[in-house]
């Protein structure tokens, strides 16, 4: 960890996003140097007795530290990858620096975007994977980004780069493939193959879902898994023929042999009041919480659903009418 911060165990439960928000909230108090505003809580602190003010200076070095800390965290996360990885992505070198959280980003969103041009979004690094995914003969990285998207093109993407010489080359841009978790698995044939977990969410109704996903010859091969899960209880998510679900990913994780990984699904449903129609608004029973485990084994080359895990799978897909 770089910096000092008084708070180790606070930064280690930190997200990328999180961190986001708590260093915008200490960076509130304002950069050391700059002057007090007039009448402002730190110019009146100013008139306290001797005590306070002590008290008032060492909370002020701790915060002070501590957003050092978390600076300082952040900057080692954008040591992940060169600067010259994420030149390829943003297309300038001028057009990269390291965003709030620490994490680089493009301060223009780059031409193959939907908001190509776009100065006042920015399109934000939130994983890296390396590895050879099109190629055995290059180092690869796959970069998954959020930002300069639409809605309709999953708020982000993912690029795949090839280191070419010194550099890097982009050999390819995927939009809406913005997995928030992928297990890596070498194939065969030498290339990684990918389970990948994404989300989505449309008016209170979440969506979470396992897919395969290949690279070869620099184009996104995917193939689903397990078929979105409902979660309708957030806020205004609408009831469904009068349910309220709450199906959730609980577990994803490479089996011990790494010969294949296993999910684990939970769900459960109530229903909704009569009249009602939002299933976060309100207090719902619910049923038992039903745990269904899924086992996918790899063969080197693809991912199979293990035959004891087809019943369950049938309970995951048509536990929700409809979907």
Known sequence: MLGLSPLPGALGILTPI???????????????GLPVPHGSQAARSMSHPPSAQICIAVAGILLMMSARGLAGTG???????????MQAVCESSSAVSVGPSGRYQCDVCPSYTD??????????LQKELRGHFSTTTSEQLLLVLSGCESHASGFGGSA?????GEGWKRAGYFKAFRPSDCLSFKGRDGLERLACRENDMHFGTGESW???????DDALHRHFMLPAVIDNMAGLGFPIKGYCYEQKIAQFEKLPSEAG??????QTRGRAPQGENACGETEIPMEP????????????GDFALARESQDSLEKIKHFVPGQ
């Open 210 to 216: 396992i897919e395969a996903a290949s690279f070869e």
């Open 18 to 32: 999180e961190s986001h928000g708590w260093r915008r909230g200490l960076e509130s108090f304002g950069p050391p």
């Open 115 to 124: 908001f190509h041009g776009n100065r006042k979004e920015s399109f934000n």
């Open 289 to 300: 919480k039903q745990t269904l485990t899924l086992r996918f084994d790899f063969d080197g």
């Open 75 to 85: 900057a080692a996360g954008a040591q992940q990858i060169d600067r010259g990885a």
């Open 160 to 164: 795949l780069l090839t280191r070419e």
């Open 261 to 266: 990984f296993e999910v684990v699904v939970t």
